[in-house]
């Protein structure tokens, strides 16, 4: 089945919080938050309203190449500085993803930490918990 962008944010085709879960859940990828809710007015949660339809495609390609537990951990909440409807950045759960991260192309580092290339994203293992992805503006 194809993608099921339900609006459009700008020229970014988007989908509705439920269609991006439906999609990613489909290819057995989970989303969670610390407030277990996805309200997008609250940092708590973990919203995907307004979730970039190539977002969802790339984190079901990781899913597929990683061969891990995918998890995604933030989405277009409020709280994030580069997080948001319409924009192509996520946070996933970091423990799942280390191994098959650090057999990617390090591109450089930030706050003393590394930054990979996949797919056209760039990954910065930016914590203890989670990893930030985001595709660079073309």
């Known amino acids: 089945s194809g993608y099921f962008a339900a609006k459009q944010y700008g020229n970014t085709a988007v989908h509705t919080d439920a269609s991006a ?10 989303v969670t ?15 995907l309203d307004g979730f970039p339809v190539s977002t969802v495609a790339f984190l079901i390609q990781l899913k597929r190449d990683c061969g891990c537990n995918l998890t ?10 580069t ?6 950045a996520v946070d996933i759960d ?3 993803v280390l191994t098959f991260m650090q057999t ?3 591109i450089g580092m930030s706050r003393n930490r590394p930054i990979y ?15 930030h ?5 073309n």
């Open 72 to 81: 995604v951990t933030g989405g277009t909440e409020t709280g994030h500085a």
């Open 117 to 131: 290339s996949y797919r056209g994203y760039r990954i910065w293992d930016e914590d203890s918990q989670h990893f």
């Open 94 to 96: 970091r423990s799942a």
């Open 133 to 137: 992805a985001w595709e660079p503006a």
């Open 21 to 30: 879960r439906t999609k990613l859940q489909q290819n057995s990828v989970s």
């Open 104 to 106: 990617q192309t390090k």
């Open 33 to 47: 938050s610390s407030g277990n809710c996805s309200n997008p007015q609250n940092p708590s949660c973990t919203s």
């Open 83 to 88: 997080h948001g409807p319409g924009k192509a």
